[in-house]
Every structure is written in structure tokens, then in C-alpha cells.
């Protein structure tokens, strides 16, 4: 009798244990990688002149193009989101392409390209390349980028003139797999003049120089998976968590690193919603 009293206990709770189960890997593995939400930061780095107010910057990060639910289509969805937000500068902060995802099959960068060739923005569209384009082979990824009306730029800079207002944008080389040349980047820049920099990987960010308005990162994915008490268990970073997604202040500087689009290893992003990132720029 004690056993079935037991068993008649426990029953009901495995039940509903189950079904959580159930409800919680759907949602990791299938609705929140497929969502797509579009994000609005706000940076007021120290030393932003206030001729450049307003600067609107769209981010995409790691598209991992062929990645489940990275098919064409989501990646037109992508594009017409982002020129729906109409935003002045479009970065793209790398990892175009997958390798061993669970699920995943292989896109073309050329296909992938293509399609970014539609996105707009009054000062262009720029971009760099990630450790998963580095792996595949950069001059490939490069040329796909170039050959379709994007800028590469990689350790290396551009004067940007917007209304009233000049700075700089930086583009940085991959962390792990490019040179990232931090002073290549940088050549020729007033330490006092206002400059935005990207690159991939945010572990470089401690190398940049403190002149540096806003730095803009991805990869880490903002970790993929975020549980309540826990944190988000794996970010790809020396840094642990200091540079996982969002708005950073640290120390004088303004960072940003977007939370991604695509998925790494698994296809699995659980309060960690793929993003659009619009980062609107003020001064202090």
C-alpha cells in the first residue's frame, strides 16, 4: 500500500516534469532560434561630440548562414528588418558561414552575400570577417563581401563625414584567427578624434586604445543559453561573462557586442532571443 501511496505521489509530478521538459526543449531548440527580434541600444560613450547625436548603427552578427532555421528566407527577413529601421550605418561583425552545427547544412557565402547585397544604409555597409570565415577559407568570404558591393575592413580605417558631424570607423581582424593588428587599425588617427571600431571577437577589446568612442563586437552569441540563477553556462570569451551582450561601460569605455543571429555546436538559444541591433549613438 506505502508503495502505491507512493507511486500515486510521484506520478502527477513526472507527468508535469515531463511535459516541462518537452515545453522547455521546443522552445530552446525550435521557437526562440527561429524568433528574430529587433533591438534598440542606447551608447553615450565619454567624448561623442554632440554633432554626431543621433548616429543610428545597425549590427548583425553571426549569421551562420545554413544553420537551422538560417535558411534564404530567414536571411531576407533579416535584410528587411533591418532596412525597415532605416539606419545610417549597416556593420556586419562576421561569422557568415557554419561548421558542424547539429542540424545545419552548408551555405555558400556567395549565396549568403548576395542577399546582404540588399541591405541599405545612407553610410554604407561594412564589414569584417569572423573565426568561422577564417576556418572556411577568408579570401573566399572576402571576395563574396567585396565582389557584392560591401566594404571589407579589416585592420584598417575610414573618415565617415554625416551631416554636421566626422569620425572614424575601424574595422578590426579576428581575435583568435586574424592578425587583429591593433595599431595597423589605428595608423594615422588624432588620439582625440571620435572613432567607432568593430571587429568579431570582443576578447580584443582591452588591446584598443582608450581613444576609442564605441567598440562593437559579436561571437559570443550572448552565450546562446541564459538560465535564471545561473547565468549564461558557456561564452566564448578569456573574459568570461564581461563581454557577453549588451551595453558595456567600463573603465571610461563604451562597448557593445550583439547577442547574434545564428547558433553555434547547437541550435539552441534559450532567453537569449537572435537580434537585429540597432545601436542609436548620443553624447553623455
Known amino acids: 500500500m506505502k508503495k ?9 509530478i513526472m507527468a508535469i516534469v515531463s511535459v ?19 533591438n534598440i541600444y542606447a551608447a553615450t560613450p565619454q567624448g561623442w561630440p554632440k554633432a554626431c547625436d543621433g548616429l543610428s548603427i545597425a549590427v548583425l552578427a553571426d549569421l551562420h548562414a545554413g544553420a537551422p532555421h538560417i535558411d534564404l528566407e530567414q536571411i ?8 525597415a529601421a532605416e539606419p545610417d550605418l549597416i556593420l556586419l561583425v562576421g561569422d557568415y558561414v557554419i ?4 542540424g545545419g547544412e552548408f551555405m555558400a557565402p556567395e549565396s549568403a552575400a548576395a542577399i546582404l547585397s540588399e541591405l541599405r544604409a545612407s553610410l554604407g555597409i561594412y564589414a569584417v570577417l569572423g573565426n568561422h570565415d577564417w576556418w572556411l577559407d577568408p579570401d573566399r568570404v572576402a571576395r563574396a563581401i567585396r565582389n557584392n558591393g560591401m566594404t571589407l575592413l579589416e585592420d584598417a580605417n575610414l573618415p565617415i563625414q554625416w551631416k554636421g558631424c566626422a569620425f572614424t570607423l575601424v574595422g578590426i581582424s579576428d581575435y583568435w ?26 576578447d ?20 546562446q543559453v541564459d538560465l535564471p540563477g545561473l547565468g549564461r553556462l558557456i561564452v566564448p570569451s578569456a573574459f568570461g561573462e564581461r563581454f557577453a551582450a549588451g551595453i558595456i561601460n567600463e573603465a571610461g569605455q563604451t562597448y557593445f557586442v550583439s547577442k547574434g543571429i545564428g547558433t553555434s555546436i547547437l541550435p539552441v538559444r534559450f532567453r537569449v532571443v537572435p537580434e537585429i541591433a540597432i545601436v542609436e549613438i548620443g553624447s553623455p
Open 177 to 202: 584567427e586574424g592578425p587583429h593588428d591593433v595599431v595597423k587599425a589605428f595608423t594615422g588617427l588624432e588620439p582625440g578624434s571620435p572613432m567607432i571600431a568593430f571587429t568579431h571577437n570582443p
Open 99 to 102: 561548421h558542424g552545427v547539429v
Open 76 to 83: 531576407k527577413q533579416v535584410v528587411e528588418q533591418t532596412n
Open 204 to 223: 580584443v577589446f582591452p588591446e584598443l586604445p582608450m581613444s576609442v568612442s564605441l567598440a562593437i563586437a559579436g561571437h559570443t552569441h550572448g552565450g
Open 20 to 38: 516541462l521538459g518537452v515545453i522547455l526543449g521546443a522552445w530552446a531548440f525550435w521557437l526562440e532560434p527561429a524568433n528574430l527580434q529587433k
Open 4 to 12: 502505491t501511496k507512493v507511486l500515486r505521489f510521484f506520478l502527477p
